[in-house]
């Protein structure tokens, strides 16, 4: 990759990710306001005062009776502005929640994540290495294991046998109520609850990883340049390590970069399960609530980390690989 083209790449992806951003808060908007219900609806219910007074009150308080097309001009405007509304149900500022939320998701995503591209490449690489015996047997099957079988019942198992019956982990949050614990205690504590969440979240993507290294380093080993490494008496570690795993954890890279922005959607369930404070579980008690802000504010951040990743990804991926060249 040359340096000097780096600026102008990022230049040009900037404003085609602005755009993609753009375009989603757009469509977001609309499919969430096609939804049958609003937040006055909700709002009247819970007060048991659902009269038509009531109602248009609350409509105009919240812009909804407004056309549409003014309400989506009044939050897209808001969107440029870094204002993206105001919670009904929380009474405060979406954008606070969001980021008061985001790093809890951040820290379950990213554990996740490095977990199953660590643990998933490196059993991919040994079923690959030793293909037909019985360790490659035992990775295919604990592979195809994980990835049928749902991620709710996963994180129950998980809750079932280290929380209940062996009582080494805690089964919800992200931290004891009340310990009041500071420096390495507290780090250790948020730690030993993040086990669980993280692991169910990233079994799941780790048996995706390793069938993938697997199959790409065993097409790899069948090309000719490998041939030839081994021909010429490299040793088969460094055949391995430089020219086969190497050019197999291209396509590697290229689904962990598409996924690792669906691991924030898809932590949502999981959040769910073990009350996990970050935003799936906000998107979700948003999505109950018909907090409409709220929803968007969280989908407009997935959106973004998506967008981010996908740059990181092809960065990356020119990193790997000198002979790809970074373009718009």
């Not at 643990?119 to 079923?127: H, I, K, Q, S, Y």
């Not at 198992?157 to 420096?183: D, H, Q, R, T």
């Not at 669980?196 to 790899?220: H, N």
Request: glycine content about 8%; proline content about 5%.
């Amino acid at each position: 990759m040359d340096p000097s083209r780096l600026p102008g790449f990022l230049l040009r992806r900037g404003v085609k990710a602005l755009l993609v951003v753009l375009a989603i808060v757009v469509c977001n908007f609309l499919l969430i306001h096609a939804a049958p219900g609003d937040p006055a609806s909700v709002i009247a219910g819970q007060s048991g005062a659902a009269d038509a007074r009531f109602m248009e009150q609350l409509r105009a308080q919240f812009g909804l009776d407004q056309p549409l097309h003014v309400q989506l001009w009044l939050y897209v405007k808001g969107v440029l502005q870094l204002d993206l509304g105001f919670s009904h149900r929380q009474q405060q500022p979406v954008a606070g929640l969001v980021l008061e939320r985001l790093p809890a998701t951040l820290l379950l995503t990213g554990a996740a994540f490095a977990f199953a591209v660590v643990l998933g490449v490196t059993l991919g690489t040994l079923a690959a290495r030793r293909v037909g015996s019985w360790a490659d047997s035992v990775i295919t099957v604990l592979a195809l294991t994980f990835y049928a079988t749902p991620l709710f019942w996963v994180g129950l198992m998980l809750v079932l046998v280290f929380s209940v019956w062996l009582e080494w982990l805690p089964s919800f949050g992200m931290m004891s109520v009340g310990a009041n614990l500071a420096g390495a205690a507290f780090l250790l504590d948020i730690g030993r609850h993040l086990l669980l969440p993280a692991l169910t979240l990233g079994l799941f993507y780790m048996a995706v990883y390793a069938r993938l290294t697997r199959a790409t380093m065993l097409e790899v080993a069948d090309q000719d340049f490998v041939k030839t490494a081994r021909a010429k008496g490299v040793p088969e570690g460094q055949v391995v390590r430089r020219h086969v795993l190497r050019n197999a954890l291209l396509p590697v890279i290229t689904f962990a970069g598409i996924q690792a922005g669906q691991l924030i959607g898809g932590s949502i369930l999981v959040e769910t399960v073990f009350a996990w404070p970050g935003i799936g579980r906000l998107a979700f008690e948003a999505l109950l609530a018909r907090d409409y802000p709220v929803l968007m504010g969280v989908f407009l951040a997935t959106s973004v980390m998506v967008v981010l990743f996908n740059l990181l990804t092809d960065l990356l991926y020119a990193v790997v690989d000198p002979r790809v060249e970074v373009s718009g």
